[in-house]
């Protein structure tokens, strides 16, 4: 970990955010379908219903956040933030395009929430924590955001093995670039996916009452070719490993994630393992 530099972390990966915003939108309907599900679920967890006042963190360009919003209707409020201000502008006008006046979004570090006065009844992260440098910290801002008795919730991917649609292409890409796999305790794609780690990180912030469900969401597309795609275009970590590396050795490596990704692809269609942990945890 001494050679982890959490700035330049966080502004390689805002940058490759703001570069993939408009693909990562343009994948709406897929992440509905794929997380939608699994968002449901934790926002059951954690209480939400109409009239919660609700925090998105890492609210990406607002998906999850709208379920949200449908759920809290006109008499709650919900705000989705974001450090990246291309997704954040998205996120904004899918509002907008929803009729949803209830919610909006606005650039915001979630390991540095800066809400004022105005305190929340549930602060939601989907697919968000697991990628922040200082998981402490956030979620010690995040605690600080909810009213007495609110709720964090988070939604994080479970262990490789359990998700290898996506960690497959991870170590691919980690062979190519000449990568090591990432430390305990650094931010990365299954940093809270291990047993009882987003248990631990929850208690260890002052939460009572955690829950944690695990729930399938496997990718269901019509082809491989169809996954790398959205992984090429959308998935800013990827481009973040392969960064180093010309685009020759970057060909290479997107040939062999195709080829991993082929084993997934069934009689009627592409299903791309997947498992995800929601965790909720209650202010005391």
Wanted: negative net charge; hydrophobic residues 40%.
């Amino acid at each position: 970990m001494t050679n982890f530099d959490p700035v330049a972390f966080k502004n390689s990966t805002r940058s490759q955010w703001d570069n993939v915003a408009e693909h990562w939108n343009a994948w709406g309907p897929l992440l509905d379908r794929w997380l939608g599900p699994a968002t449901e679920t934790l926002l059951d967890m954690c209480g939400v219903q109409s009239g919660s006042i609700v925090l998105h963190i890492a609210g990406g360009s607002g998906q999850d956040a709208l379920q949200s919003a449908r759920r809290v209707e006109s008499d709650g409020f919900v705000l989705s933030t974001d450090f990246s201000e291309n997704l954040t502008r998205l996120a904004n006008d899918q509002f907008e395009r929803a009729g949803l006046t209830q919610a909006r979004a606005t650039v915001m570090d979630g390991e540095n929430l800066k809400t004022g006065d105005q305190r929340f009844d549930a602060v939601i992260s989907r697919v968000g924590l697991i990628f922040f440098p200082d998981q402490k910290r956030s979620m010690k801002s995040q605690i600080s955001a909810l009213h007495k008795g609110g709720s964090v919730g988070a939604l994080v991917y479970a262990t490789p093995q359990e998700c290898r649609f996506f960690s497959d292409p991870v170590g691919i890409i980690r062979k190519h670039a000449n990568l090591p796999a990432p430390a305990p305790g650094l931010p990365g794609p299954f940093s809270l996916g291990a047993p009882g780690v987003i248990e631990d990180l929850f208690e260890a912030a002052g939460l009572g009452d955690i829950q944690t469900q695990k729930i399938e969401a496997p990718v269901v597309l019509e082809t491989a070719q169809e996954c790398l795609r959205f992984e090429q275009e959308s998935f800013g970590a990827l481009h973040q490993m392969l960064g180093g590396l010309d685009d020759e050795a970057k060909q290479a490596a997107w040939e062999e994630v195709e080829t991993a990704l082929e084993a997934f692809e069934t009689d009627t269609g592409f299903i791309g393992p997947c498992t995800m942990i929601a965790a909720s945890g209650v202010k005391t």
